[in-house]
């Protein structure tokens, strides 16, 4: 932020401009095109290079401790920050003004136009092995970005590559699903493919699929907006508490006020109960745009007409409470003013979020960015190898209804009709009984970039017990330490579980990193059980020979395990 406001201040630098642009094309309302500006700044817009060039810039600065940078890069020096020019001082205070305004926003656009090394270094941090499944991601998110700064008539012809991903189970496909979600700030959905059946048989349609995205995306745009607005609703909250002590600021004394705002401030008054007007429905999932009130009829709760009918119904039975003509129901309640604060706040919020469009700008949201997950993809799929067809309702029925999900249609949802041309889709699957060539020629094409996960070694099992930050030897040391007591694991025993749990996968089963969950879980079994009755500060030291008494009795058996029915 404090960079962005130097650059400002600097003057109509080719960086500046840059910056004002990436601001201007970032999607803080994930506005489609057609609602940019026409007065000629849309021009600007067809030279991504300097978008590109003051992306980098930005990025290797918070990337890297060096305190100075290049001229060229755009950034500005601590120096030049502490001593800013006065040429153009009048207009950059007000964009350094909509630059602390849109701060979320330019949170959402740093985790969209992270680069794709950045995105796999993340990645990395929490997740072993897989680099092509981590650089299709990494690329997927960042042409996303890439899109949004495309001139206006090529924007509309670019979508997105969709992937398959294909490996065995517990490689990490989830996992990367996961932490994509967490690192972009984007509305993201995972589904699994076996839940949903064939249009016509009772169950889930696929097209509920972009209904729950939008759940997600209104959730997510409530949040963000929230976040901007609480700065403004923080100031408005003194006022309100000082209305309910000496009255409406125009009935009293200025004095009395002041004397009151002065004890406010000064924390004298958190003990002093009020009585606050609080909504019924005050922090309901979904808000004034959500699904709080309880349906007395019957209906598709995602239908436009039953949630016109639901928003009718809200006005009439909020009309005659106390929350006034045509507000919604209240309830009056006693608090102080240390608990009352956080209550007003909240009210202030729903307020200010009246003049928002939140319905709008979450169909934007999740009509450009957008992604949907389908685990087990491979499980809708049958064998061509057999002559009949399967009568299974979630089978290949359901591939079929995918198909226009995925290649782009209209769903209409209870926030208004949402598109799917420019979602982005990943398709994730063990494939262990069929082909990916078996699922639907039209599906394939749909899904054009493949990459094959890999099967996890003995010394990539090692690795998942030690390299990512919340491992599960880690996990078992915090544990432990709840109780007082120091958990320690010697690194021939870690040896000896990866080990251990390469060979189960090997002659029982093959389930990949969760294989460790189960041995792990047969070590630790009497150390856990044990831990509270030892003593504070005692020290507990898994060896190898530990790990192979416990483990001992799993591999005698192991042999006879798999024809167990």
């Known amino acids: 932020m404090l960079l962005a406001t130097s650059a400002f201040r600097r003057g109509p630098s080719s960086s500046s ?5 990436r601001q201007r094309v970032s999607p803080q309302f994930l506005s489609t095109a057609s609602d940019k500006n026409d007065d000629g700044e849309d021009d600007v817009t067809s030279s991504p290079a300097d978008v590109d060039d003051a992306t980098a810039a930005e990025v290797s600065t918070s990337s890297e401790s060096g305190d100075t940078v290049d001229e060229s890069s755009g950034v500005i020096t601590p120096d030049e920050v502490a001593q800013p020019d006065n040429e153009g001082e009048s207009a950059a205070t007000a964009a350094a003004a909509s630059t602390d305004t849109n701060h979320n926003s330019e949170d959402f656009l740093t985790t969209m136009s992270l680069r794709p090394t950045e995105v796999v270094n993340e990645l990395n941090r929490h997740i072993v092995g897989q680099p092509s499944a981590k650089r299709a991601v990494a690329i997927a998110m960042r042409n996303r970005w890439r899109r949004r700064q495309l001139p206006k008539d090529l924007l509309k012809e670019v979508t997105p590559r969709n992937v398959l991903m294909i490996g065995p189970t517990g490689c990490g496909k989830t996992e990367v699903a996961r932490r ?24 889930r349609d696929v097209d509920q699929i972009v209904r729950d995205l939008m759940d997600v995306s209104m959730n997510l745009t409530k949040k963000r907006q929230m976040e901007k607005l609480r700065g403004e609703a923080k100031l408005l909250v003194e006022d309100r508490i000082l209305d309910m002590l000496s009255g409406p600021e125009y009935s009293g004394t200025k004095g009395q006020r002041e004397s009151f705002r002065s004890m406010l401030q000064e924390g004298l008054l ?6 606050v007007d609080v909504p019924e429905n005050l922090g309901g999932a ?18 436009m007409n039953v949630q016109a009918m639901t928003d009718l119904m809200k006005k009439l039975g909020g009309a005659g409470g106390r929350g006034g003509r045509g507000g919604p129901p209240t309830e ?25 469009d939140l319905k709008k700008e979450a169909v934007a949201a999740a009509e450009e960015t957008g992604i949907v997950f389908i685990d087990e993809i491979d499980k809708i799929c049958s064998s061509r190898d057999f002559n009949s067809k399967s009568a299974d309702a979630s089978a290949e029925g359901v591939q079929r209804d995918l198909l226009p999900l995925v290649e782009g249609t209209t769903i209409s949802t209870k926030f208004g009709n949402v598109n799917t041309d420019y979602m982005l889709f990943i398709g994730s699957g063990a494939f262990h009984a069929v082909k990916p060539s078996d699922m639907l020629p039209e599906l394939q094409g749909r899904l054009p970039i493949r ?18 930050e919340a491992n599960l030897v880690r996990q078992q040391i915090e544990l432990i330490k709840t109780e007082g007591v120091e958990l320690r694991f010697e690194d021939e025993a870690l040896r000896q579980i990866a080990k251990t749990a390469a060979h189960l996968n090997r002659t029982v089963e093959n389930i990949g990193a969760r294989r460790l969950h189960t041995v792990m879980e047969r070590i630790m079994e009497e150390i856990s059980f044990q831990a509270a009755e030892m003593e504070l500060e005692s020290e507990v030291v898994v060896t190898k020979d530990l790990v192979k008494e416990r483990l001992s009795d799993i591999l005698t058996k192991s042999d006879l395990s798999k024809y167990i029915l």
């Not at 994509?180 to 169950?203: I, Q």
């Not at 958190?270 to 009585?275: I, M, T």
């Not at 004034?288 to 598709?300: E, M, P, R, W």
């Not at 990459?451 to 990512?468: A, C, H, Q, R």
């Open 270 to 275: 958190e003990n002093q109960e009020l009585e």
């Open 180 to 203: 994509m979600a967490k690192l972009s700030d984007a509305p993201f959905l995972k589904v699994e493919a076996t839940k949903f059946t064939e249009v016509g048989y009772h169950g």
């Open 332 to 356: 009056r309640k006693k608090m102080p003013i240390s608990e009352a604060r956080e209550v007003i706040l909240e009210i202030e919020l729903e307020k200010l979020l009246e003049k928002v």
């Open 17 to 21: 401009v840059a910056r004002v642009l």
């Open 451 to 468: 990459v094959e996960l890999n099967g996890l070694t003995e010394d990539d099992l090692y690795k998942i017990l030690t390299v990512p």
């Open 286 to 303: 979904g808000g004034k745009d959500g699904d709080g009130a309880v349906l007395a009829f019957g209906g598709d709760s995602n239908s």
